[in-house]
């Protein structure tokens, strides 16, 4: 918790990656076939829901499930707990690949300046 | 015109005759002012005499002791306020202090004033009441104050420069959105091309 922040502001000022800025580096690179996410909910229904923007991700079908289970259970707010665990598990892993995703470009910096270092001494 | 009561005689007297006459004796011999005398034959309380009024500054030391003694001071307590062309005259110099540092407990003879009968009055006692000016001391000192609240300003002025240098956050990357970054729902342009956004599984 914050080794990032020491890392980032202390120690390794130069290879840990800035959220805030773009990651430099290509996409595929160090994958063999990287296969693209998936957007199931279209445009159209995201409209019709009336979705706000931050909704609007890769798990945006299952909030779409879930908004309307809720709809055709109400008054009993207990009813949907299998579609509401769908969506926060699919938000979750969203997270976990944002994670995954920081930690590769630090890796990836890290590794870029292994190898300015060795060229350097050679 | 002679009246009953100077005969001694068995004779009835007349009570409010009495009275009449003893009430125009007082007035023919009265020193009162105005309309409270011709009403009451006494003078009235609030009116006072030239001697018990301010008068000018007192040079010598006999004007020093007649002006403490007009205030119920002590000749070594009495110092007049300075003569300086604001017009105090010989009125006397009390400590600038309010009623609130007056002991509460004391059985005053005007407790909310805090004051006793006869007790000479600050040129400001108005000023100093217990609803207004409060001069007793603070807990801490001034300096003290100053440091502390200064000190505990300028910390929290540091600290959130400090985060605005230095944010923090999660070690994490920015989310990922479908449709180009939500190209059209943030307001882009439908003619024109956005720019190519493609997200992968990790």
């Given at each position: 918790m914050g080794a990032h922040l020491v890392r980032r502001y202390v120690t390794e000022t130069e290879t840990e990656p800035d959220p805030a800025k773009k990651f430099?580096?290509?996409?595929?690179?160090?994958?063999e076939n990287r296969k693209e996410r998936e957007m199931i909910a279209t445009q159209e229904q995201m409209n019709l829901a009336q979705l706000p923007i931050e909704q609007r991700d890769y798990c945006a079908h299952y909030l779409l499930k879930l908004m309307k289970c809720k709809r055709d259970n109400?008054?009993?707010?207990?009813?949907c707990k299998h579609e509401r665990h769908d969506w926060d598990y699919c938000e979750h892993q969203d997270y976990v690949m944002r994670m995954k995703e920081y930690e590769r470009e630090r890796r990836l910096q890290l590794r870029k300046k292994r190898i300015e270092a060795q060229a350097e001494a050679a | 015109m002679r009246n009953t009561t100077s005969v001694r005689q068995q004779q009835p007297v007349n009570m409010a005759g009495v009275g009449f006459r003893r009430w125009a004796q007082a007035l023919s011999k009265g020193k009162g002012s105005g309309i409270s005398a011709l009403l009451s034959g006494s003078r009235a309380a609030s009116s006072a005499s030239k001697d018990s009024l301010p008068g000018p500054y007192p040079k010598t030391p006999e004007e020093r002791a007649a002006a403490a003694k007009k205030y119920n001071m002590r000749v070594e307590d009495y110092e007049p306020l300075?003569?300086?062309?604001?017009?105090?005259?010989?009125?006397p110099k009390l400590?600038?202090?309010?009623?609130?540092?007056?002991?509460?407990?004391y059985q005053w003879d005007h407790p909310d004033l805090r004051r006793n009968w006869g007790e000479p009055i600050h040129w400001h006692f108005d000023m100093y009441i217990r609803n207004r000016v409060d001069t007793s001391p603070s807990p801490v000192s001034w300096s003290t104050m100053c440091k502390q609240l200064f000190g505990f300003i300028g910390f929290m002025l540091f600290m959130f420069y400090v985060g605005e240098k230095c944010p923090s956050y999660q070690p994490v990357a920015p989310k990922q959105y479908p449709f180009n970054n939500l190209y059209l729902e943030r307001?882009?342009?439908?003619e024109k091309e956005p720019e190519d956004v493609k997200n992968y599984e990790i």
């Open positions: 430099e580096f290509d996409p595929q690179f160090g994958f109400w008054p009993n707010f207990l009813a | 300075p003569d300086n062309g604001e017009g105090y005259g010989d009125y400590p600038d202090r309010s009623q609130h540092e007056r002991d509460p407990w307001g882009g342009d439908p």
